[in-house]
């Protein structure tokens, strides 16, 4: 039982004893991960995708799966979960970190978002918030979290490890400062990735030890595969695929894995859920 609460999470308290031993069993993120690889079928969603820019502006499936992601976590919230000093907390928020490409050439400086996803905003309001932080993003204004991560790393090697020790031993016993987890990212419900607009395919990615991030998802890119059709006869149709890393400690594999079924229900049919497209 901990000594002190923390700022941004609740102690889960009905575990089942073998959940509440894991911690102890498998003390890191990286010991505990999980792989799923998750293809979705994109014959719906590029028509709705095209529909959309003609009628709205641009959008990608990057905002499709962010807002699936986004429902999943606020739908079944046994995902929105982390471990921190031997205990599973369940958050207070959902809340998504994803980087932006300054520019998209080699050296580009890379810059880490972090979005609170409140339960019942629009996809339109979604894409709306998605775009001012964006474009926030690739302005030259210097972000608080770029700050200090700049001040971080002048220092020398041993006060470097010392004081990621001290973050450590903090986030551990529930006394690191709110305001510090506030705008940093590996303080997120989940971490995305998304490989594909920079034409690179999925990936496997790890989890941070530092922070609490227990879910990474890596999008690839649009590619085609050969499928059975609707007369049972194989033909090609596109496809994307999701590479998610999960820490197994938070909930078992059945409720992750049905939890992101959400996410593929919704990009694949998104006018099922969102409906057909309206102009502005």
């Not at 994109?42 to 499936?61: D, V």
């Amino acid at each position: 039982m901990p000594l002190f609460r923390r700022s941004d999470g609740k102690l889960v308290r009905d575990l089942h004893p073998m959940r509440r031993l894991m911690p102890y069993v498998m003390k890191g993120r990286n010991q505990s991960l999980v792989y799923y690889e998750q293809t979705l079928e994109l014959h719906k969603t590029l028509p709705f995708l095209e529909a959309w820019k003609r009628a709205r502006g641009k959008l990608s499936i990057f905002h499709l799966v962010l807002f699936g992601l986004a429902r999943a976590l606020n739908e079944r919230p046994g995902l929105n979960r982390f471990v921190s000093g031997g205990n599973i907390y369940q958050r207070n928020k959902t809340e998504i970190a994803f980087t932006a490409k300054k520019e998209f050439k080699d050296g580009a400086a890379l810059r880490t978002l972090k979005m609170e996803m409140p339960q019942g905003e629009s996809f339109p309001e979604l894409v709306a918030r998605i775009a001012d932080q964006v474009h926030g993003a690739r302005s030259d204004v210097v972000k608080p979290v770029d700050k200090e991560m700049s001040l971080l790393a002048r220092l020398p090697g041993f006060l470097l490890r010392w004081l990621m020790a001290a973050a450590f031993w903090l986030d551990d016993w529930n006394l690191f400062p709110a305001f510090m987890m506030r705008d940093d990212p590996m303080f997120a419900s989940l971490f995305v990735t998304n490989l594909g607009s920079l034409g690179i395919d999925r990936c496997w990615h790890h989890l941070y030890e530092y922070g609490n991030v227990s879910l990474f998802c890596s999008i690839g890119c649009v590619q085609t595969a050969v499928l059975p059709g609707a007369d049972g006869q194989p033909e090609l149709r596109p496809i994307l695929k999701l590479m998610y890393t999960f820490d197994e400690r938070i909930n078992d594999g059945h409720y992750c894995v049905a939890s992101l079924n959400l996410v593929k229900e919704l990009v694949e049919d998104p006018e099922r859920y969102l409906g057909e497209v309206a102009p502005l």
